[in-house]
């Protein structure tokens, strides 16, 4: 069914509305026009790209929540979070995350993405890495999605501590996986 441009930017902005975190090419898939029409959609009715979209619902989402450290802080878009309880966040890796000669990403940057979730789902304002396990399991590319899923699995109030496991994922393949000692003040 052919739509009007005017008809077209009413149910795009719609559909942003509902659902922040969907991509311009879902969109154009939906709409049954070309990625080009769509971003020249979201222009004309200034609404942001995915990235931007992800960010501001982030902030405004999680900026009251995550108590450990400041949110620009995180390593990453966090796109969900439970504190003490489980955290999500995305990271597309760029051209600064490679290197130059094959295109794969730095592991110190799905570390830092996995290690600042753990630092942030903790419910405290304090919270240190005392020791991590990590394994990285297969390279990451340049343009690739890392999705890190941080679960909270003990909380010991007698010793301060707090273990977390993050792995890491591309589409879904397991790409990174770790288990981190957080310190957290005791109470």
Known sequence: MKRTKKER???????IKDNPFITDEDLADK??????TIR????ELSIPELRERIKHVAEKRFEDEVKSLPLEEVIGEIID??????????FDVKEEHVFIRNQIARGHHLFAQANSLAVAVINDQLALTAKANI????SVKLNERIIAKAKVTEISEETGRTNV?????VNSELVFKGN????RSKK
């Open 81 to 90: 979070i439970e504190l003490d309880d489980s955290a999500i966040s995305i």
């Open 135 to 138: 394994q990285f399991t297969r």
């Open 9 to 15: 930017q009413q149910l795009l902005t719609d559909t």
């Open 165 to 169: 496991e993050v792995n890491s994922y």
């Open 31 to 36: 709409f049954s026009v070309s990625i080009q």
């Open 180 to 183: 981190f000692d957080m310190y």
């Open 40 to 43: 020249l959609d979201r222009l």
